[in-house]
């Protein structure tokens, strides 16, 4: 129907073709460019990202208890462990782990005593409950999970249950004997 | 058959969406004579689909409540990433969106577009209209500006002319006067019209596809070769266009986002304070004008409804069977007039009901407003009917093969109307040159450190920043350390492990707060005055950077004879009404620069404001940067565009 308005299409396609080639990928290279700012506006605003590390002062923490820390939105325990547990967390075997993990490997050096880690169930994350020692910690002395069952032990390490993970240690650094920054690895100066 | 062409017609068998989209899209006959004004109605739907886009991310981060709408945009503005962007694409895009309707709606003016069998598609564009104006109106409200609240009154104040109008305002309200629930309403409503739109779109461009184009000699296609398959042909010209309306857009974007804003909408809401200059946006000035031109409210009201209203019955009033004004000798004319009537009355109404036209043998604002009103009105109810029975028009060509018209675009340059208002007797300001301005222009890093510094030792004493966090200020400079110590010498309040409410030193996440409490405790201590934040100054007045400049150099300890100053006032001329409760900021002497210089109170202004202008748009380098960026892609795609199109269209005989 439309076809008798057109001449007939001449054989000489190479530059067109070209041309059309080089036009559409600028368009599409220029429609992908404009979905970046899109895209990118969902992600955590500057001001929330500039406040993605905290400071903790441990000084006020007894022995044996832990508290929660909130850092980017998530609660944090920060626990000062017993000799006792100590002892419990280093010497048991990795055979007996769900998820295998030596305790060195989830404190830091010289710091055995405390021990930082996200405080969500690797399950479905709900918050294990364990922090003072009134609350359920289960048997293997460290937190239980009220959801499932999922139950660690004084090194955060899943011993039992539907959960697969032990619980998570997040950066963070010794500022100084009694203060660590949780959201970095390193120290800079401040 | 590969397996792909399978399951394409194994989908068609079901759901003709393929042949649809062929039928639609691709094959469409086109009439092969559509000139460039035919591309307003691709424009305008690409334009709705990015501002919805837009509206949805915005509306991500928005928060429609009273106390937090002004705040959180501007949080939009400077925190979320790209949100400056997003917000000025959509803000420009409103205007943007009129100015290819308005242009869309003129062209099917001039071609007879509506006439038969077309009355439902301009009946339906109708209704378009209607809701983008009624989204535009609501949406122009979210951010609970000054210009928000009082467009948002005065709007929905039009109702109370109708029978049971005080019921009906307050239904609208949701109370008593414009707050919290109007917002949230308008909110709800702004988010959901668009999509009315989208269905009345697609309504429009199946009564489109019915019948096809109108075209430039408006005569109905007869014979085969009068048309020609839409895509590649009008795809390409579609592109091409959409590459110079890129263009457009983009600059108004990076290097001039505020031309078509108020500077008053970046004052927050005050409902007990209207601004001495209301205007709506520009796409509302010529039936504000019409509103105000008539002196009896109802009959204003209704008259304004009535100029929307009459286009409903265009189709009707057109007497004349021929659609183009081509073959139509008088009613071209009538057009054009009709034309420049919209103008004028879009500058009457940008300007106040009471301005006096001196170089127009001191014609009133007013008289204007009532014949551009006659004419808009007689235009419809005199011309056309009677055009129509007398006009003899020109002989009809047979078919579209035998002229082809050819026609070029039209720059628009003619949107500077609205910009007019001025201010009455305050002088009016001197330029100074600014390190920012121009679209090449940078923060001088140097005055932002020395504006910070008088800021800090100055203007601090009685305004905040709020809406500057200390880590802003990295941008001045300043490296962590140095802003960490910065925040630690003022005090936020906090609450303490047992509960009271103590001071601690800031963080360089808080924001530069003021010294103030709240309003009452700052008017206390200003002699009734309130010191407003300095966030937004130099975007919140007239004049912006130069007209904060005039003000802070321009003190003059004795006031002229004739002006009576009262207690605790200064005579600042620039300062609308001559008095001003701030005392003379600026003296030589407050500041010693870390170099040891003493600045001159010029020097100190400049440098201030330049801060100030730093603190008002944060994002300006990086929006300009980008902007050049977007200004070159769209260069280079619409060249692309224009050869492809040439290219294409070689093959399409006259
Ligand atoms: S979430 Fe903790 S056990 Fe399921």
Redo the contacts with the bound molecule.
């Keep these: 129907m439309t076809e008798g308005t057109l001449k007939p299409q001449s054989h000489k396609p190479t530059r067109r073709d070209f041309l059309l080639l080089t036009a559409s990928a600028v368009g599409a290279v220029g429609t992908a460019y404009f979905t970046w700012p899109f895209i990118d506006s969902m992600n955590p605003a500057a001001d929330i990202l500039a406040q993605s590390t905290i400071d903790v002062d441990l000084t006020p923490i007894p022995e044996g208890q832990a508290i929660t820390v909130v850092w980017r939105g998530k609660p944090i325990f920060v626990r000062k462990r017993t000799a006792e547990e100590i002892r419990a967390a280093e010497q048991t075997p990795l055979s007996e782990l769900i998820d295998p993990e030596a305790d060195q490997a989830r404190v830091k050096k010289g710091h055995d005593q405390w021990l930082i880690v996200v405080g969500i169930?690797t399950?479905?994350?709900?918050i294990?409950t364990g922090n003072k020692p009134t609350q359920n910690r289960g048997k293997y002395g460290g937190w239980s999970?009220p959801?499932?069952?999922?139950l660690y032990d004084t090194s955060g390490r899943v011993r039992h249950?539907?959960?697969p993970l032990n619980l998570s240690v997040p950066p963070y650094a010794f500022l100084s004997e009694t203060h660590i920054r949780i959201g970095t690895d390193e120290v800079t100066h401040g | 058959m590969d397996s792909i062409t399978k399951v394409i017609r194994w989908i068609d068998y079901r759901l003709p969406f393929f042949s649809f989209i062929d039928h639609e899209l691709r094959g469409y006959p086109t009439p092969k004579n559509l000139n460039y004004w035919w591309n307003f109605g691709s424009l305008a739907g690409i334009t709705l689909v990015i501002m919805i886009l837009s509206g949805i991310f915005l509306a991500m981060h928005y928060e429609p409540n009273t106390k937090e709408a002004f705040d959180s945009v501007e949080y939009i503005m400077r925190n979320i990433n790209y949100g400056w962007f997003l917000r000025y694409l959509h803000a420009n895009g409103a205007t943007m969106f009129f100015i290819v309707v308005y242009i869309h709606m003129f062209r099917g003016l001039y071609y007879g577009s509506y006439k038969a069998p077309r009355e439902l598609l301009w009946m339906l564009g109708v209704i378009i209209l209607l809701l983008m104006m009624a989204t535009a109106f609501m949406g122009y409200v979210l951010p609970w500006g000054q210009m928000s609240y009082w467009g948002a009154t005065v709007i929905t104040n039009l109702f109370s002319v109708f029978p049971f109008g005080e019921s009906i305002v307050e239904w609208l309200w949701g109370g008593f006067s414009v707050d919290n629930p109007t917002l949230n309403r308008f909110f709800a409503l702004h988010y959901l019209f668009p999509f009315l739109i989208v269905g009345v779109v697609i309504l429009h461009l199946i009564a489109l596809h019915q019948h096809g184009s109108n075209n430039p000699l408006g005569i109905d296609r007869k014979e085969p070769r009068d048309s020609i398959p839409f895509h590649p042909f009008y795809t390409v010209k579609d592109m091409f266009g959409l590459g110079l309306f890129g263009l457009v857009w983009a600059y108004f974007i990076f290097f001039n986002p505020n031309f078509f804003g108020e500077p008053d909408n970046y004052i927050p809401a005050n409902p007990l304070v209207t601004p001495a200059h209301i205007v709506p946006e520009w796409y509302f000035l010529p039936f504000y004008a019409i509103l105000r031109s008539i002196p009896n409210k109802l009959l204003g009201v209704l008259c304004m409804f009535g100029a929307v209203m009459i286009l409903f019955f265009l189709p009707w009033l057109d007497t004349s069977k021929v659609r183009s004004a081509t073959f139509r000798p008088y009613y071209k004319w009538f057009f054009w007039g009709f034309v420049i009537d919209c103008f004028i009355l879009g500058f009457v109404g940008a300007h106040s009901p009471d301005h006096i036209f001196a170089d127009f043998g001191n014609l009133s604002n007013q008289t204007l407003g009532q014949l551009t009103t006659a004419f808009y009105f007689a235009f419809f109810l005199l011309a056309l009917p009677l055009l129509g029975i007398f006009e003899k028009h020109k002989p009809l060509p047979k078919s579209l093969s035998e002229p082809v018209l050819k026609k070029s675009i039209i720059v628009l340059t003619l949107l500077t109307l609205s910009h007019t208002c001025s201010a009455e007797d305050t002088p009016s300001i001197p330029q100074e040159k600014w390190s920012f301005e121009g679209p090449f222009g940078t923060y001088n890093r140097e005055d932002l450190q020395h504006g910070f510094q008088i800021y800090q030792q100055v203007c601090s004493t009685c305004h905040g920043l709020k809406h500057v966090r200390y880590r802003d200020l990295a941008a001045l400079g300043y490296n962590a350390e140095e802003i960490k110590a910065i925040a630690a010498e003022y005090k936020v309040e906090a609450i303490d492990e047992d509960g009271n409410v103590i001071e601690k030193p800031a963080t360089p996440i808080d924001t530069i707060a003021g010294p103030y409490k709240n309003e009452k405790a700052a008017r206390a201590a200003n002699n009734g005055a309130f010191p407003p934040d300095l966030s937004l100054i130099t975007k919140a007045r007239p004049g912006g950077p130069n007209y904060i400049y005039a003000l802070l150099t321009s003190y003059e300890e004795v006031p002229p004879k004739e002006v009576q100053i009262a207690e605790g006032m200064h005579y600042n001329p620039y300062f609308p009404g001559g008095q001003i409760a701030m005392i003379p900021p600026l003296n030589s002497g407050v500041v010693t620069y870390d170099n040891g210089a003493q600045p001159s109170v010029n020097q100190m202004a400049k440098d201030v404001v330049t801060f100030l202008a730093w603190a008002a748009e944060p994002e300006l380098e990086e929006r300009k940067r980008m902007g050049y960026k977007v200004l070159i892609y769209f260069a280079i795609f619409t060249g692309l565009m224009y050869f492809l199109m040439k290219r294409i269209w070689a093959r399409v005989k006259d």
Excluded: E, F, I
């Excluded at chain 1, 959801?147 to 999922?150: K, M």
């Design positions: 169930c399950h479905l994350g709900c294990p999970c959801c499932h069952g999922s249950g539907p959960a």
